[in-house]
């Protein structure tokens, strides 16, 4: 008999203990939406890190990972990362690498951080065979057309100056991939937010779907706002 | 910044009192040459019992590698048969360990071993006071020989402090804690995916696997637990390291249902940045900066002490020069990795024409030999050479072709030496 109770009373016990181990566990399954900033140095960073603080990441874009909202925030206030040694000159600021979105007049190279070494060729191509051969442009900007560049497709790009040469490589995104940033994007638009926190939005929605290149663009659009 | 340097100079002042140890125990310059020749046992001096115990000491320690590090705990050491007969064929870990300095440089921006002889530079004070005492050897011969030369056979043998100087800017003093602590101060400053994010597990365990085989190939034990970090930044093909032996990959090396060519020239980045931190080029740089900083100070002092002849275009020529030195050190650094890189490969791929295959492929991911122009002031006009030097361009990467040619030529050696 005793045993029989205590046994049952075990039961009773281990049940209670799973109970409290599932509600614990579907409370710590719940997005944390605590936003964890870094410290800017400038009175206006930290303006900013305020306002941004001020709106709820979970509600203002469901769906959002708040540590996107924290990653992007931290690259904000680090402009280039220094020091290290590396295989290769990195390629140039404005120049698409990794997953890019094309825009409606298509993808820019912006060459202005170069073109004072004095651009003699970009070449781009797919499986080595050459798509575009761009030879001493007259200016910094470089638009390839939208028709020309087909989906979920991989470029490889050669950039030669008088002074250096660069290589790197984008790929197009997939049309199924721009569905659900696209969702993220209009829900963003209808929140009432500061154009400097909306941006920061944008560019963490791009982060959260790694187009890291348009996330980039957005970064170096806010950095001079709080630059000393 | 001052204070990150200044436990830095310890090792120093320890190096500086073997020296003068060294100097104190040895009664003339070519016994010195005999004791520290080459491998051999250094002798120990009648007139400094003491010493001569401390320097056999460390001899045997060099000897037996492994043995004087190794745990209690250990099964093994580098120096038991077993281990022996893991390693590789040829390999030698005497030349991991002590370092026989050919040549030094007034200033510490040079490379020593552009071949990449030594996989491995040694670490810590400790390890290079015995490669420090073939130096001291070395340079007392050499002023000894200088003085013959010079018809003044009695000449004075070189003091403590040149030797010091040498030694400062011929080998790596600072300490390896210091330099696994910037390495980490640099992480937090850079934009990686974390190895908890889903995004980026496949891209790790790849990334993991591809740095355990080149890991797996180098001489035991490693001074360095290597760790990978895959940054967010994709598209460029390449990665970085930092001191202390952490690697930044872009997570495109390691994508996959990558052609085997591509996981080939994978495996090159990745040695060539493992061999950035074995040789410790970044913490080359900063004692170079530091070391060379002072000879900078004492040259522009002497340029200015002689009323007569300064000159605007003199101390500009002279930081110039200076400038040049730094952008051409960090280029043979690369050089140099890329050596390192080629002859890690050279263990994995034993045979010499599957190792040209493999590098005719990396080298066609490298990209086409493209010849750019040289660094320096466009001419000897003052605003030329102003722009130069105010242009904050201090790194700079060979260009392909200078790549191609080096990795060539080592090929031409690779297949020498077979």
Avoid at chain 1, 45 to 73: R, Y
Avoid at chain 2, 83 to 107: C, H, Y
Avoid at chain 2, 195 to 204: C, G
Wanted: aromatic share 8%; hydrophobic share 40%.
């Amino acid at each position: 008999m005793y045993p029989f109770i205590y046994v049952n009373r075990m039961a009773i016990v281990m049940v209670f203990a799973a109970l409290c181990c599932g509600l614990a566990q579907a409370q710590s399954g719940k997005q944390d939406c605590t936003l964890r900033l870094k410290s800017a140095s400038t009175a206006t960073g930290q303006q900013l890190a305020q306002d941004l603080i001020k709106a709820n990441p979970c509600t203002t874009v469901p769906g959002l990972d708040v540590k996107s909202l924290s990653s992007v925030w931290s690259a904000l206030l680090t402009s280039s990362s220094t020091g290290g040694k590396r295989f290769d000159t990195p390629p140039p600021a404005g120049t698409p690498t990794g997953k890019v979105l094309l825009g409606a007049q298509g993808l820019v190279f912006d060459l202005q951080s170069v073109f004072g070494d004095g651009v003699t060729q970009l070449q781009i191509s797919v499986d080595d065979v050459p798509v575009f051969n761009i030879v001493n442009p007259k200016g910094p900007l470089l638009t390839l057309p939208a028709a020309r560049l087909k989906p979920e497709t991989v470029y490889d790009w050669v950039l030669i100056t008088r002074k250096n040469s660069y290589k790197a490589s984008f790929r197009t995104a997939a049309p199924g991939e721009l569905a659900d940033l696209q969702h993220q994007l209009d829900v963003l638009a209808t929140a009432t937010l500061s154009p400097s926190v909306r941006l920061l939005y944008t560019a963490a929605i791009y982060d959260d779907a790694e187009f890291y290149f348009a996330r980039d663009q957005i970064l170096a659009q806010l950095r001079p706002q709080i630059a000393p | 910044m001052t204070m990150l340097f200044k436990p830095a100079w310890k090792p120093l002042l320890v190096a500086a009192v073997c020296l003068f140890l060294t100097n104190a125990g040895h009664a003339g310059h070519s016994s010195v040459a005999q004791e520290f020749d080459g491998a051999s046992a250094p002798a120990v001096p009648s007139s400094g019992p003491d010493l001569g115990t401390t320097f056999k000491g460390l001899f045997d320690r060099f000897r037996s590698p492994g043995a004087a590090d190794a745990k209690p705990d250990d099964k093994g050491t580098a120096a038991a048969p077993a281990d022996k007969a893991s390693a590789p064929a040829g390999f030698n870990p005497m030349a991991f360990r002590l370092v026989d300095i050919e040549s030094w440089s007034q200033t510490s921006n040079v490379v020593l071993d552009p071949e990449c002889k030594t996989l491995v530079q040694p670490f810590g004070i400790t390890d290079n006071v015995a490669s420090l005492g073939m130096l001291a050897a070395k340079l007392k011969v050499k002023s000894f020989v200088d003085g013959l030369n010079n018809g003044n056979a009695h000449a004075k043998p070189m003091q403590v402090i040149e030797i010091l100087r040498y030694a400062a800017k011929s080998m790596n003093w600072l300490p390896m804690s210091l330099e696994v602590r910037i390495g980490e101060s640099m992480l937090a400053n850079e934009d990686i995916l974390e190895r908890d994010d889903p995004k980026a597990f496949e891209d790790y365990k790849r990334g993991d696997k591809l740095l355990e085989d080149i890991v797996k190939d180098l001489p035991q034990p490693l001074p360095y637990e290597f760790q990978l970090k895959i940054r967010k930044d994709a598209g460029s093909n390449t990665a970085k390291s930092l001191p202390g032996g952490i690697i930044l990959a872009d997570r495109y090396l390691f994508q996959k249902g990558k052609k085997e060519s591509n996981l080939d020239y994978a495996y090159f980045v990745m040695a060539h940045e493992i061999s950035h931190v074995l040789q410790r080029h970044q913490t080359r740089e900063y004692q170079a900066r530091l070391v060379d900083a002072v000879d900078s100070i004492e040259g522009l002092m002497k340029l200015t002490d002689n009323k007569t002849q300064i000159t605007p275009g003199a101390l500009l020529g002279y930081s110039t020069a200076l400038k040049k030195l730094f952008v051409n050190f960090t280029e043979q650094q690369e050089l140099q990795a890329d050596s390192c890189a080629m002859q890690m490969m050279a263990k994995h791929y034993p045979s010499h024409k599957q190792l040209a295959a493999k590098l005719a492929m990396i080298e066609k991911s490298m990209g086409k030999p493209e010849q750019t122009e040289t660094d320096g002031p466009k001419s000897a006009q003052l605003l030329d050479t102003l722009k130069y030097l105010g242009d904050g361009v201090m790194e700079r990467h060979p260009n392909t072709v200078q790549r191609h040619n080096n990795l060539k030529m080592l090929l031409t050696l690779n297949l020498a030496q077979k």
